[in-house]
């Protein structure tokens, strides 16, 4: 393990032009994933805050019994997937509309008969906002009664979880895309080292080296490439997040199990497109 570091180590001082361009373009295709990533990052997350506010409200009646209401509240809260339900009163429903209309707001002090109804709000779980679940919870909450009607936005919320769907399917189909392409731009890179050093490789077979001992400092090699390229294509990444925060919108960073992962990935790709590089040349030589 010494002698293949130090083979490693002196490879990368004899060509270090020829290893600085190999880690630049692993790093420049390996920022295009990360670039990929941190947008498809925040689009789940701008998803994720929209689909907070997937909620039922059962609008109650005007007669309304306080029997009716406890059982209408155990009902809803014993169904699979709800996380909570609030029961909002008239007077409530009055405040909330003031609060966010401005129209109700200039009228409510004409208004002799408060017209908003009492209801209950269930809402869901994270894992459970689909719209089996919404459609479940509906179903169960016409019949009660307690409940006058039902709502809670059909063709918004089939378009939202739509989104996601299409969204999930985008993001699987283009980070395949952009990783394939990264392990092509990688393999190129590796492959252009190994043939700047074919008269070394060549001697080494004369003099009877194994090719386990000949492949191993090129899987340092790419290892450390990969390393090397992965740490400029988050750094890349950074620079764009912030440049984007400061300047033109509020941007999350991706989490830091990605970062380390998309570290991983740089080195895992450098190993296996050097190995498949040198195993290729040494069937040739």
């Known amino acids: 393990m010494a002698s293949t570091l130090r083979e490693t180590l002196a490879s990368l001082k004899r060509s270090p032009l020829l290893a600085g361009l190999s880690s630049l373009m692993v790093g420049l295709a390996l920022f295009v994933v990360g670039l990929f990533s941190l947008a498809t990052h925040n ?42 339900v609030s029961y909002v009163s008239k007077p409530e429903a009055l405040e909330r509309a003031i609060r966010d209309l401005p129209e109700i707001a200039e009228v409510s002090s004409d208004l002799e008969v408060n ?16 719209t089996e679940t919404v459609e479940a919870v509906v179903a169960a909450a016409e019949p009660l009664p307690a409940v006058e009607d039902v709502r809670y936005g059909q063709e918004w919320v089939e378009r939202l979880f739509f989104l996601r769907r299409i969204g999930g399917i985008t993001a699987l ?21 190994v043939f700047a050093r ?44 912030q440049s984007v925060f400061h300047f033109l919108f509020e941007l999350s960073w ?8 998309g570290l991983g990935i740089g080195v895992l790709f450098g190993i296996l497109a050097s190995n498949l590089a040198v195993r290729r040349y040494l069937r040739e030589v």
Not at 115 to 130: D, G, K, Q, Y
Not at 173 to 193: C, E, K, M, N, S
Not at 254 to 261: A, F, K, M
């Open 43 to 84: 689009l789940r997350l701008a998803l994720a805050s929209v689909e907070e506010r997937v909620e039922v409200v059962a609008y109650l009646r005007e007669d309304l019994r306080q029997v009716d209401l406890d059982a209408a509240v155990e009902t809803l809260e014993t169904l699979p997937g709800v996380e909570e």
């Open 115 to 130: 017209p908003f109804p009492a209801s209950l709000e269930v809402r869901f779980l994270p894992e459970w906002r689909t």
């Open 173 to 193: 189909i283009l980070g395949a895309a952009f990783a394939t392409v990264a392990t092509l731009i990688i393999g190129t890179a590796i492959r252009i080292a």
């Open 198 to 241: 074919r008269e070394e490789i060549y001697v080494m077979r004369l003099v009877g080296a194994r090719d386990s001992l000949i492949w191993r400092p090129f899987l340092l090699e790419g290892a450390v490439t990969g390393l090397v390229g992965g740490v400029l294509a988050i750094l890349l990444t950074w620079i764009t997040h």
């Open 254 to 261: 991706v989490p830091t199990s990605w970062v380390l992962g």
